[in-house]
């Protein structure tokens, strides 16, 4: 099927929002382009539909792929977890990181890989994108400990996909993609409104599309899709959309952004970590985070 092309007048930014379908379409065939996804791969997203997944059935599934191997036993090894004798066997390793965060890093590993396929544009820096994401992932999964948000499981893959719509953007319509950057540059706009004046729908949405095509549960569409507006998900209640939009946020403030040099962020982190109530714990949790950051962002590079 051949979509029209999107226009990309800047004198014109409302023609391209009326056609906001064919532009949601025409940049998510660019997932067309990815690889197929591995069995490894088809079977961690299976998994997280499911709670009886085993230690034993875990690390058959990672040693059956050498790089995700070696990437656990880095991680394990590493002074993250400071453990006296060297961890040797997947299963161990299994056992020591926890099944959840495993799972999750090794999936956010996994989709990570298929990017490596596809050329980004010039304008679209993959260094940022990649530090954002895991930034945003490690927050996420530090905040669901002190926050009584609801599919926590979801946390790390939720933060590390949440704006995955900015690389199908640029990637699928590049030349649109550049003027969103532009309007960055020359407005003091949000960026998910640089987007919809140019899209006619924004990265949120588009990421939360991602998502649902790869299957994954629903709260954590949920949670992508509102993370830049978490008071319209779960009826206005506590959600997974509310903890990244504070970890997007807190990211942003650590430096680990995607905007453009010299754009400064419209909105900070301060009333988000104080509506969840975790100003407190924060210090805390910041040490960690840098901690986990400098071990998890070698294995994603």
Known sequence: ?????????????????????????????????????????????ASLARDDTSVAEMASLIE????????????????LYGLKGSVTSVRHAVAILGLVKLRNLMLGLSISRLWRHIKTPAGFSAAAFNMHSVAVAILSDLLVEVVPA??????????????????????G????????????????????????????????ELSADVLQRWELPAPVQQAVRFHHAPELANHGKLDLAHVIQAADLLAGDLGHTMLPPGVEPVHTATRAIAALGVTD??????????AEFDVIRELFG
């Open 1 to 45: 099927m051949k979509f029209p092309v999107c226009p990309a007048d800047t004198t014109n930014v409302s023609l391209a929002a009326s056609r906001n379908v064919d532009c949601r379409q025409q940049a998510l065939k660019c997932l067309d382009r990815l690889p197929p996804f591995s069995p490894i791969l088809n079977r961690l997203l």
């Open 64 to 79: 059956k792929d050498t790089v995700l191997t070696g990437n656990v036993l880095r991680l394990v090894n590493s002074a």
């Open 150 to 171: 609801p599919y926590p499981e979801g946390a790390f893959v939720g933060g590390l996909l949440h704006d995955v719509g900015k690389l199908v953007m640029a990637i």
């Open 173 to 204: 319509l590049p030349h649109e993609y550049t003027l969103v950057i532009r309007m960055l540059q020359s407005s003091q706009c949000a960026w998910v409104e640089c987007d919809r004046r140019v899209f006619g729908t924004d990265h949120a």
């Open 281 to 290: 714990a924060l210090p805390a949790l910041l040490e960690r985070f840098r």
